[in-house]
């Protein structure tokens, strides 16, 4: 059977627009649509890897939804990134508890599909709580609104050996949170 090579993913920009007959839209059209409630889980853990990539200076080509781990750094150092909110895009009922939850993933190549043990993939995880709790002043995009922590793979086989989730209580009273100017530097001492 012949395989269907990879398709290359590139930057896209705005100057190929949608068309129909006389309609017309943009690319920009199209993630102000899709993306512009950054309050979303989904949404909001793209714009925490997008920090982590553009304080990093590897934002220059687009993300892997299908990679192992979310970033690779300049010194092949494979980084996780997860990220939290006390705040959610829906109603919440009780007062809320942010949770980290890490695991063992299969890990997944695009030539041999995926592993056959699970492990934890990464050599450094950043995980990063964006902690504003007034939703009239809470702006995702406000990296004053977000703290950061980085642990290195063995500080993580240790915390989640036994269990798969670790509340932002634990994180902030057993570790340090790194500033937003110090981030990039911390990720690389590992």
Not at 63 to 72: K, N
Not at 85 to 110: D, E, G, M
Not at 149 to 161: A, D, Q, T, Y
Not at 163 to 189: N, R
Request: net charge positive; aromatic share 14%; charged share 30%.
């Amino acid at each position: 059977m012949e395989k269907i090579p990879e398709a290359k993913t590139k930057f896209h920009t705005n100057d190929n627009p949608i068309k129909l007959n006389n309609k017309e839209s943009s690319l920009v059209d199209f993630w102000q649509w899709a993306y512009s409630d950054l309050n979303q889980n989904v949404t909001r853990g793209m714009v925490g890897q997008y920090i982590v990539a553009w304080i990093l200076g590897i934002d220059s080509t687009p993300d892997d939804a299908w990679g192992s781990y979310d970033l690779l750094s300049h010194t092949n150092k494979k980084i996780e990134v997860k990220t939290t909110s006390f705040l959610q895009a829906w109603v919440q009922k009780n007062k809320p508890k942010p949770k980290f939850r890490i695991r063992k993933t299969h890990f997944y190549s695009r030539e041999s599909g995926y592993s056959k043990e699970k492990d934890f993939q990464a050599n450094i995880y950043v995980l990063c709580y964006f902690f504003e709790k007034d939703k009239q002043k809470a702006d995702v995009m406000n990296l004053n609104q977000w703290k950061f922590w980085v642990l290195p793979k063995k500080k993580i086989e240790e915390l989640f050996s036994t269990k798969e989730l670790l509340s932002v209580d634990v994180l902030e009273s057993d570790f340090t949170a790194v500033s937003i100017e110090t981030l990039g530097s911390e990720i690389l001492k590992y």
